[in-house]
């Protein structure tokens, strides 16, 4: 059980330059999300997904985009990428998409990115 | 608008002694709240979590919260201190905005001194 996986570790990007950002999890788990840490600022909500083929947009959605077409698989995808876009991208996932409050969240070890 | 406020960027305490991390919150109905600790290069790793019942709830690694519903607030203890419990930590809250979702607070770095 590898719990959550994020690839890759570190990437470096120049301005305007795309790529995907990839997550997986094998606990089955129906809800999925991305963050972004950057300091003093705590993690901030990007997308969300409460199971395949439905998501939706957190706090700073913004030149971002994310599909989930399986239960396992939530790529992030920057379209356009800029110096602010510079942080450390974290996935996690929880047991149920919609229905518990109370879930606990399942974090991976992240993706360090720079935009120069 | 619902948030999370953890009001000390960094706490500092010797080894063995105890620790406190404080956090309040704001949030509208009942609130559902979590510790996390971040270790350097990792994830972020869940520590406990408060629903209902008992105002002091156990986690892991001998950590302990007290949730306050009349100061709205969660802090976070232990009653004595190892170095290894340095880390950054990071208080949250559950939401229902029509989807099930997570506010963190900005995370209070601890270090303990041998």
């Not at chain 1, 788990?29 to 600022?41: A, I, L, N, T, V």
């Not at chain 1, 971002?64 to 939530?74: H, I, Q």
């Not at chain 2, 009349?70 to 949250?92: E, G, I, M, R």
Request: aromatic share 12%; charged share 15%; hydrophobic share 35%.
């Amino acid at each position: 059980n590898a719990g959550v996986t994020q690839t890759p570790k570190f990437q470096v990007l120049k301005t305007g330059q795309s790529m995907t950002l990839q997550c997986a999890q094998d606990m089955n788990h129906e809800y999925m999300s991305w963050y972004r840490q950057d300091p003093g600022m705590g993690l901030r909500l990007i997308h969300y997904s409460v199971g395949a083929g439905i998501t939706d947009q957190g706090e700073v959605p913004n030149g971002y985009n994310v599909s989930r077409s399986t239960t396992e698989d939530f790529p992030l995808r920057l379209l356009s990428a800029a110096p602010s876009q510079t942080s450390v991208y974290f996935c996690a996932s929880s047991y149920s998409g919609g229905g518990a409050i109370t879930d606990t969240q399942y974090f991976g070890p992240g993706t360090r990115l720079t935009v120069l | 608008a619902q948030s999370v406020a953890q009001p000390e960027d960094q706490v500092n305490v010797a080894e063995g002694n105890p620790l406190t991390v404080k956090c309040t919150y704001s949030v509208s109905g009942n609130p559902y709240l979590f510790w996390y600790v971040q270790y350097p290069n990792r994830g972020l790793q869940f520590l406990l979590k408060y629903i209902t019942g008992d105002n002091l709830v156990k986690g892991s690694y001998g950590f302990e919260a007290e949730f306050n519903k009349s100061q709205t607030s969660f802090h976070l203890k232990k009653p004595s201190a190892l170095v290894s419990d340095s880390a950054l930590y990071f208080c949250a809250v559950r939401v229902n905005t029509g989807g099930f979702k997570t506010i963190f607070g900005a995370g209070t770095r601890l270090f303990v001194k041998a």
